[in-house]
């Protein structure tokens, strides 16, 4: 099972750290996804607060 972050929501395949966060605040209790692979022209990665291209949760449910 794939973990998200709680802070970020970036996807995580591996490992218990966050890469962008630089923490362990993770999470299997995730649901729906989005894959960003050209930040500068996302807008929903705009409207979501996204910095860097990467696989995120659309919600954390624990
Ligand atoms: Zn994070």
Redesign the pocket.
């Known amino acids: 099972m794939e973990k998200a ?1 709680r ?4 996807i995580i395949s591996q490992g218990d750290t ?1 890469p ?2 630089g ?1 362990s ?1 993770l999470t299997t209790k995730w649901s729906g996804y989005i894959i960003v692979l050209n930040i500068e022209k996302s807008e929903l990665a705009k409207k979501l607060g996204l910095k860097v291209n990467g696989t995120y949760a659309l919600s954390i449910n624990g």
């Open positions: 972050c802070t970020c929501k970036v966050c962008i966060c923490v605040n």
